[in-house]
């Protein structure tokens, strides 16, 4: 059985920094992509960052870029999103989605999944940001 926990959300003020993680069992880690999608009330979900399945590769919205940085441990089946200068338009719950890397799903940008890709999506975090 597959499994995604998402944890490392919180409160912060405006200008800090957080560290999530995902960890992962039930699956071979490194066989897979990892992105990192955010929703906040009232809107769509929208992707942040994405990480290939080596470490080698990342991809991130520009709403982020500078400021998050995806990075894995694949002898731990574990990623994590480093988010530094946080703002509050940042408050969002937080997911980690797992796609096999043979669906490409970080190799050239990022971009949602389909249910093709066959996902695996972890419950969220929340991550609230005061100004």
């Known amino acids: 059985q597959v499994q995604v926990v998402e944890s490392g959300g919180g409160l912060v003020q405006a200008g800090g920094s957080l560290r999530l993680s995902c960890t992962v069992s039930?699956?071979?880690?490194?066989?897979?992509?990892i992105g990192w999608f955010r929703q906040a009330p009232g809107k769509e979900r929208e992707e942040v960052s994405c990480i290939n399945w080596s470490g080698f590769k990342m991809y991130y919205a520009e709403s982020v870029e500078g400021r998050f940085f995806s990075s894995r441990n694949n002898a731990k089946n574990m990623t994590y999103l480093h988010m530094y200068d946080l703002k509050p338009e940042d408050t969002a719950m937080y997911y980690c989605v797992l796609v096999s890397h043979l669906h490409d799903f970080c190799i050239y940008s990022l971009r949602r999944p389909t249910s093709s890709d066959s996902p695996y999506w972890g419950l969220g975090t929340q991550v609230t940001v005061s100004s």
């Open positions: 039930g699956l071979t880690f490194d066989d897979y992509d």
